[in-house]
């Protein structure tokens, strides 16, 4: 019988016979995720800067900040949802270490949390 090129004792399989993309399990093909910050840590000091700038009268709205990041009114306003998170959160998240994998906590998974914090805050200031 001819070989296919993925044979029983061969651990991967060559590419010029098989059409794989992997060269070999330590190949150039496959590196190692960089540690890297958490992406939430960094879009909650983003919206913390933006904040001071806005608290300080250098920028006057949020259409500003969009302007000036090149993105959308929308996104930004997701962003600046994280400050409304309560301040012990805001600091577990800032204390998130670096690191290569993908973090559990995600600014998705906040916005509900941030939304829960808005009706909360209203419906206390209504009595």
């Known amino acids: 019988k001819p070989d296919r090129g993925c044979g029983n004792d061969v651990p991967v ?22 540690a890297k910050t958490p992406r939430v ?11 001071s700038l806005m608290d300080s009268g250098q920028i006057t709205s949020q259409a500003d900040i969009a302007r000036r990041e090149g993105i959308t009114r929308a996104r930004v306003s997701q962003v600046m949802g994280l400050l409304r998170l309560a301040p012990e959160h805001r600091a577990r998240i800032l204390a998130m270490p670096i690191t290569a994998r993908r973090p559990a906590i995600t600014e998705r998974i906040l916005r509900p949390k941030t939304v829960v914090a808005d009706r909360g805050s209203a419906a206390s200031s209504d009595s």
């Open 41 to 51: 840590v960094e879009l909650l000091r983003k919206a913390m800067e933006w904040q």
């Open 13 to 34: 399989c060559d590419p010029a016979r098989s059409g794989s993309s992997l060269r070999s399990i330590s190949g150039s093909s496959i590196s190692p995720r960089e």
